[in-house]
């Protein structure tokens, strides 16, 4: 389980790299522009984002993936 939880951790730190060199091309204020998609900003999809990678990694921490209920509450 260690090994799977470490190929799970690099996989999220090469995709979160790669992301921020995405975001490197905007300017600060690009960042809260409303509607890039479905109504979000840049700002409103990294936090989107980041959540759901919280809760994978206190599952992993758990070792038990437990359901998140309202998955638009959640999301909202």
Same mark, same amino acid.
């Given at each position: 389980?260690?090994?799977?939880?470490? /190929?799970? #951790?690099? /996989? $999220?730190?090469?995709?979160?790299?790669?992301?921020?060199?995405?975001?490197?091309?905007?300017?600060?204020?690009?960042? !809260?522009?409303? !509607?890039?998609?479905? @109504?979000?900003s840049? &700002?409103?999809?990294? @936090?989107?984002?980041? !959540?759901?990678?919280?809760?994978?990694v &206190?599952? #992993?921490?758990?070792?038990?993936?437990?359901?998140?209920?309202? $998955?638009?509450?959640?999301? /909202?």
């Amino acid at each position: 389980m260690k090994d799977r939880t470490n /190929a799970v #951790l690099t /996989a $999220i730190d090469d995709k979160w790299r790669q992301f921020r060199t995405s975001l490197d091309r905007l300017r600060s204020e690009d960042m !809260s522009v409303v !509607s890039v998609h479905d @109504g979000m900003s840049v &700002n409103d999809i990294i @936090g989107h984002v980041t !959540s759901w990678e919280w809760e994978l990694v &206190n599952s #992993l921490d758990r070792r038990t993936i437990e359901p998140v209920g309202d $998955i638009d509450r959640f999301n /909202a």
